[in-house]
């Protein structure tokens, strides 16, 4: 019961941020200007109510009548440019109005000062999927709330069972993590719950009792570990007492062992997490303070990660491959609600791709997104309860292209919107029913829309030409190395090394430039294994493909078909050195 409710809390958040960015976020591909300061934001909009054009008149009706909007939820007002800077000065502002000041090329202020990125302490090392909520901040705003029960009563039920493990009300909660790693059988959830003052499970035994039923507590490295089924707990002593971790007992030994590994009193600061190379590069440039942050691999959700995508969401599975395609391996989604519904997307730009003209293409793309809306809502039979709703997506889509604003920043591709206060749960819910609907029986596809490609298999992302080059590394990190790069699962039978002698762990140099992956690949395995016992197969599991790195011995044993490729020598210049 906790570890469903605890993936569903993460899960449902997840769906709507995922959701509001495939609906209105495609980037593009592009060559990656080296790392560079932060440039300073543009201007911020002054908020005020509802929108005037730059000399003060009243602006034009964005929406339909307000006769023919939808009962379920106010609609999104439009937010007209104001003058650029060097234009006439923007006059007094007057009651009721929203002014924005534009600066060209660069992405709006945020709603509020910067603050630091979020440290991720105790999330399971290696994850790849996250969900950060700030539940006490959230729910003290009225878009807040509307934005959670836009996400659905399960949402709502599992933030319930999220205080509940800590003996709280959601009010009194800071901060909610959860991430997603793979593991052997599957996908392996962690999450640690902050309280704004200590939490009443830290120094009560009857409160503990209560949340998490009978458990006695075992001592671990001068922790106390207090094990169940399914999932044990766990209060940093380092924490004071406003941190719970919650996840399976294996998951939370390592994490116990890692802090003693910290030393006492040994604080860091900044980030406390073990992530792939990109997503600590975006980790870093995140604020912290934002209501809803989704971080992770879009590499990783088509891969090990793809059960995530499960139902309606599975139809999200060619969106997000689009979405992210040209190599992007770490992107994050922050929500934000107050005087206005803030949205910002931050992508790690490719190694050959500049974060300006990433953001530029991404800001060319939005402006194509209503009318791609528009077709995909005509082909469906919404059930009438939320058909308006629905059909106003589009119209929805164009206030916000007219509003996006984008730039780079260093090794990111930063994209951002201010829209009035309700924006938020009108776009969630909407694409929260329009994911719900199935297509029209009679429907005929859009004049000009084409279908979508096949996903690419394994054999033809080995196909890719790539460049993967080190000093020095491991068998290990230089498999997760270009499995980043391909999309491509990629899992080391390290039982069937063993039984070889072959460890993991030998480091060897690597300088591969414009090579086929699966070519760079061999190289790879090569340098593991000079006397060739290396090899890899390709596997169907559940209508999906993975490549397995094992030995020509087990594979034989196993009756494993060995790639054809592996009876022919590597091409001269690659061979081990």
Same mark, same amino acid.
């Given at each position: ?20 960015? !495939? ?18 934001? =543009? ?78 302490? #105790? ?122 971790? !919650? ?41 912290? =303070? ?14 090990? =990660? ?17 979405? /992210? ?11 934000? /609600? ?44 919404? #059930?009438? /309860? ?124 690597? /300088? ?66």
């Amino acid at each position: 019961r906790l570890s469903l409710a605890l993936g569903g809390l993460g899960l449902l958040l997840a769906t709507v941020a995922t959701v509001a960015g !495939v609906i209105w976020l495609r980037p593009g591909a592009g060559p990656r200007e080296p790392a560079a300061p932060r440039v300073k934001r =543009g201007d911020e909009p002054v908020r005020e109510g509802t929108a005037t054009d730059a000399t003060g008149n009243g602006a034009k009706p964005a929406l339909p009548p307000a006769d023919s909007r939808p009962a379920e939820a106010p609609a999104v007002a439009a937010i007209p440019p104001a003058p650029t800077p060097g234009d006439a000065a923007v006059p007094a502002r007057r009651e009721g109005t929203i002014v924005l000041a534009d600066t060209p090329g660069l992405p709006w202020a945020p709603p509020n000062p910067p603050g630091p990125p979020p440290s991720l302490a #105790h999330l399971p090392p290696g994850t790849q999927l996250a969900v950060l909520v700030r539940p006490a901040a959230l729910l003290a705003t009225e878009e807040g709330k509307l934005f959670l029960r836009a996400i659905g009563a399960d949402a709502e039920r599992a933030l319930a069972e999220a205080a509940r493990l800590a003996g709280c009300r959601p009010e009194q909660l800071d901060v909610v993590q959860v991430g997603w790693r793979a593991a052997d059988d599957g996908l392996e959830l962690g999450a640690v719950v902050w309280g704004t003052a200590t939490l009443p499970v830290a120094g009560d035994g009857a409160a503990r009792t209560a949340a998490w039923g009978e458990r006695e507590g075992s001592e671990r490295s001068g922790e106390t570990v207090y094990r169940g089924s399914p999932l044990a707990c766990w209060l940093p002593r380092r924490h004071g007492g406003r941190a719970l971790v !919650v996840g399976p007992a294996a998951l939370v030994d390592e994490l116990v062992a890692a802090e003693a590994e910290r030393g006492a009193g040994d604080d860091p600061g900044g980030i406390e997490a073990s992530l792939p190379r990109d997503l600590e590069t975006l980790v870093g440039t995140l604020d912290g =303070g934002r209501h809803v942050t989704l971080l992770g691999s879009p590499a990783w959700l088509e891969s090990d =990660g793809s059960a995530l995508l499960a139902g309606p969401l599975a139809r999200l599975g060619g969106a997000l491959a689009e979405l /992210f395609a040209g190599g992007i391996r770490a992107a994050a989604l922050g929500l934000h /609600f107050g005087d206005t519904s803030y949205a910002e997307l931050d992508v790690v730009a490719p190694a050959d791709v500049p974060s300006a003209r990433l953001a530029a293409t991404l800001a060319t793309r939005i402006a194509a997104l209503p009318a791609t809306a528009e077709a995909s809502c005509n082909a469906l039979d919404p #059930h009438p /309860f939320g058909r308006r709703l629905v059909m106003r997506l589009p119209r929805m889509l164009e206030v916000l292209a007219e509003n996006v604003r984008a730039g780079g920043e260093g090794p990111v591709a930063v994209v951002n919107c201010h829209l009035p206060p309700h924006a938020a749960h009108n776009l969630a819910l909407a694409a929260e029913l329009a994911l719900a609907q199935t297509p029209g029986s009679g429907a005929a596809p859009a004049a000009g829309a084409r279908a979508a490609p096949p996903a690419a298999g394994i054999r033809d992302k080995l196909a890719k030409r790539i460049s993967l080059s080190f000093p020095r590394d491991t068998l290990e990190r230089s498999i997760q190395l270009l499995a980043e790069e391909t999309g491509v699962p990629i899992e080391i039978r390290g039982s069937d090394l063993q039984l070889e002698g072959i460890t993991k762990n030998q480091s060897f140099a690597l /300088f591969e430039r414009d090579k086929a992956a699966e070519e760079i690949l061999r190289v790879i395995l090569a340098r593991s294994n000079p006397d060739g016992k290396l090899v890899y197969v390709i596997r169907t599991r559940d209508g999906g493909e993975s490549l397995e790195i094992t030995t020509r011995a087990a594979a034989g044993k196993r009756g494993d078909p060995i790639p054809p490729v592996f009876d022919s020598p590597l091409p001269p210049g690659d061979s081990p050195k």
